[in-house]
């Protein structure tokens, strides 16, 4: 039988607030690339809410 603490001590080393991180800036990076590789679309006005960082 193994022990409780076997496999939780694994779990305990990743921080899963930095993984939620890791994951958002991956996705933001994403669309970041999109919205320089596609057009703009003539359906939605654009809009700038001001809520993104801008380099």
Request: overall charge negative; glycine content about 6%; proline content about 11%.
């Amino acid at each position: 039988m193994s022990t409780p603490t076997d496999s939780p001590s694994a779990a305990a080393d990743r921080d899963p607030v930095q993984e939620a991180r890791n994951h958002l800036e991956q996705a933001l990076a994403a669309l970041d690339r999109l919205r320089d590789v596609l057009p703009l679309s003539s359906s939605t006005p654009p809009q700038d809410t001001g809520g993104g960082e801008s380099a």
